[in-house]
């Protein structure tokens, strides 16, 4: 049998049709830059994530950096973040001369621990950037009564978060700007790059909108210095197609958790592996499976490849470790919780048209390395 990581192929056959009728209009439009189609994505967005604005944006890069200079950092700010997580949450702060600051993990969630971020806390620090890791929210209470007390605005990386909730609020609404991805693995995913922002503040918005366009509020009147990050309108197009189903996918995705849960546990195996666990409060979209392997994880990745099952490890290396920040003067032993995390997580696959039969395998697989090694 062959389990691959993510497979898209019958999602985009389904609505193939919905799909190549909305390019059309788009063709017939001429909408390619922002357009018709992006602006009532924006609508239904902000909608979704109960927010008062979602903007379009290139990228999810995009969207983490535009939401930075929305909040004016530059260089000498310090901003607290975690290590480990995709490269762009962190290159977006460097990017603008700033300097990352980083805070551990909680071992368990693997996002920040707002434990560790009050000692961190500067003069110069200007925003705390969390991420909600694998689509489990981060913990946004704690994390909120830090910001304010201290008057420091939280940025969410929600790339990986779209519809996550927290005490019922959704991920990119319990902060100053959310930051999403249209990354084609994320669970709401366009057919090539995209992201969008959101915000409740309407200065923010405000400055939001004329950053992604070369810092233009009126056209050739430069207010900042921008970006050129812009939705295009083929992506606005097959995203409102893909909208309306994001909540069955994330559905379909939970109920795989929770199966493999119930098969793990009846294996016998969540001695020699960790499994997920959901906060209370917090509910986890499963962008992606992780779980924690303390032995072996590389021996077992290579098993599962020659068995046909598609795995990946996010992340093999934590963001204080890279090459490209070696001058912030990091070294190993750090952060022990994220380089442990490095060494011990795998991804399996949990997308939403896996099939029972393809996770029973999955999990029989796992059991199968265990009986031999
Ligand atoms: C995917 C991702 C991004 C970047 O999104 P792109 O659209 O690929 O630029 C940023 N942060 C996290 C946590 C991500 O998973």
Redesign the pocket.
């Known amino acids: 049998m062959n389990v691959p990581l993510l497979d898209l192929k019958e999602q985009n056959a389904a609505l193939r049709p919905e799909i190549e009728a909305a390019l059309g209009r788009v063709l017939d439009t001429n909408g390619f830059i922002l357009g018709g189609e992006v602006a009532e994505l924006e609508c239904e967005l902000a909608g979704y994530c109960g927010t008062k604005y979602a903007i379009g944006c290139?990228?999810?890069?995009?969207?983490?950096l535009l939401a930075l200079m929305a909040l004016d950092i530059g260089p000498g700010d310090e901003v607290i973040t975690t290590p480990y997580?995709?490269?762009?949450?962190v290159s977006s702060i460097t990017r603008l001369g700033a300097v990352p600051v980083f805070v551990d993990i909680d071992p368990v969630t693997y996002n920040l621990d707002p434990a560790l971020v009050e000692s961190k806390i500067t003069t110069r620090t200007k925003a705390i950037e969390l991420?909600?890791?694998y689509g489990q929210c981060s913990d946004m209470d704690a994390l909120a009564a830090i910001s304010e007390k201290h008057g420091i605005p939280l940025v969410e990386?929600?790339?990986?978060a779209i519809g996550a909730e927290e005490s019922g609020v959704r991920a990119g609404a319990m902060s100053s700007i959310g930051?999403?991805?249209?990354?084609p693995?994320?669970n709401l995913g366009g057919m090539g790059?995209?992201?969008f922002v959101t915000t409740n503040d309407d200065a923010l918005a405000k400055k939001l909108l004329a950053l992604r366009v070369h810092g233009s509020e009126e056209r050739y009147y430069h207010k900042y210095v921008g970006l050129n990050s812009r939705l295009d309108g083929f992506q606005g197009a097959v995203l409102r197609v893909k909208l309306p189903h994001l909540d069955g996918w994330t559905d379909a995705r939970r109920a795989n958790a929770e199966r493999y849960r119930q098969l793990f546990t009846d294996a016998g195996l969540t001695e020699q592996i960790g499994i997920p666990v959901e906060r209370e409060n917090a509910k986890h979209i499963y962008?992606q499976y992780v779980i924690r392997v303390p032995n072996d994880r590389d021996a077992l990745r290579a098993f599962l490849t020659e068995k046909g099952i598609g795995t990946d490890i996010?992340y093999p290396v934590p963001l204080h470790l890279q090459e490209c920040f070696a001058y912030l003067g990091y070294t190993d032993g750090d952060l022990p919780e994220s380089e442990k995390a490095a060494r011990e997580t795998l991804a399996l696959p949990i997308f939403p048209e896996l099939r029972p039969e393809q996770q029973a395998y999955v999990v029989e697989t796992i059991a199968e390395f265990y009986s031999e090694h």
């Open positions: 290139a990228s999810g890069s995009d969207a983490i997580s995709f490269f762009a949450t991420v909600h890791l990386d929600a790339a990986q930051c999403f991805s249209f990354y693995s994320k790059d995209g992201g962008n996010y």
